[in-house]
């Protein structure tokens, strides 16, 4: 009579011959220590100071947790919906510039961190600009359906242009349009600072 294994059995059975490729699981640890350390950085009163941490290693590892902090920080470097997201760009900027080559390619980050604030504070005032015009688009149509509601039911109503779902699917489709225009600039600029880091 043949033996019943147990799950346990067969996983065992399964995953006998397979190798482990200890250099990618360092790679990986590294890494995600880099991410973990580039987010307690942002996040922190007192940062810690990445160059001091990346220096502290040697060969690869310090390579692999350097990548790991560079991808955080510019996965952090995003299209802001309010004035208060410019504030972010410092922290970010400080701390790809302590990872950079000294000499011209530092002048070449602050140029291009530079141009990213400049960046985002014309895609605010093109956000404004938009829901300005499509607000001021939607006002005759809002008063025709405000008349209409009052003819119907006896009393006055005001509308505002959220209440309307065509409004609300008009402007998203703007801002995805506007969004791609300008993440597709922002997407450029970070291969450029991969390159300097």
Do not use: H
Not at 12 to 36: C, N, P, W
Not at 69 to 97: Q, S
Not at 129 to 147: F, V
Not at 180 to 197: C, D, H, M, N, T
């Amino acid at each position: 009579m043949s033996k019943i294994k147990s799950a346990l059995e067969l996983a065992l059975e399964r995953t006998a011959d397979v190798k482990i490729d200890k250099e990618a699981v360092r790679k990986d640890e590294f890494t995600r220590g880099g991410k973990s350390l580039a987010g307690r950085y942002l996040s922190e009163p007192n940062p810690p100071s990445l160059k001091d941490e990346i220096d502290a290693l040697d060969g690869d590892e310090k390579d692999w947790m350097k990548t790991g902090i560079v991808e955080t920080l510019l996965a952090n470097l995003t299209l802001p919906r309010f004035e208060t997201d410019l504030i972010r760009i410092k922290p970010i900027a400080e701390g790809l510039k302590s990872l950079c080559k000294k000499g011209s390619d530092t002048k070449n980050l602050d140029y291009l961190m530079n141009q990213y604030s400049e960046l985002f504070k014309q895609y605010l005032e093109n956000l404004d600009q938009l829901d300005e015009q499509l607000r001021a688009q939607w006002e005759p149509r809002l008063r025709q359906k405000e008349q209409q509601l009052r003819q119907q039911t006896g009393q006055a109503v005001k509308l505002r242009p959220e209440q309307d779902p065509e409004f609300t699917k008009v402007l998203s489709e703007e801002l995805s349009r506007l969004d791609a225009q300008y993440a597709e600039v922002l997407s450029k600029g970070k291969e450029e600072i991969r390159r300097l880091v």
